[in-house]
C-alpha cells in the first residue's frame, strides 16, 4: 500500500506509513491547534493531536468541521496507526535511528 502525503497539494507518496509521518513532521509548517494553542506537526500527527486531547465537539467548535470531516480525519488516524510503527517514527525524529 502507499501512503500519499494529504497535506494541501504535496502528494508525496511513500512505502510506509513511517516515512510519510516523517515527511509530513520535516517538511511541513507546524500549525497551532485552534483548540488549545499547542504547536504540532501538520498531518496525522495534528490530527492524532486534536482526536486525543480534545473531544469531538471541542474540534468541530474550533474548526468548524462537519461530521464528514471529523469522520473523514479518523480515518484516517486508524488506518495509521492500524499500520505504523508509531514508536519508530519518535525514533526517527528524535534522531535515534534511520530509515532504511
Not at 509530513?24 to 486534536?50: F, S, W
Request: charged share 30%; with cysteine.
Amino acid at each position: 500500500m502507499a501512503w500519499e502525503c494529504g497535506i494541501e497539494d504535496c502528494g508525496a507518496v511513500y512505502d510506509t506509513p513511517e516515512d510519510a509521518i516523517v515527511h509530513q513532521t520535516n517538511e511541513h509548517e507546524r500549525r497551532e491547534c485552534k483548540v488549545c494553542g499547542t504547536v504540532v506537526p501538520d498531518g496525522y500527527l495534528a490530527i492524532r493531536h486534536a482526536f486525543s486531547e480534545h473531544t469531538r465537539a471541542e474540534y468541530v467548535r474550533a474548526y468548524g468541521a462537519s461530521a464528514q470531516e471529523v469522520r473523514d480525519r479518523e480515518e484516517v488516524r486508524d488506518a495509521i496507526e492500524a499500520e505504523a510503527d508509531l514508536n519508530a517514527v519518535v525514533e526517527r525524529l528524535n534522531g535515534d535511528a534511520h530509515p532504511s
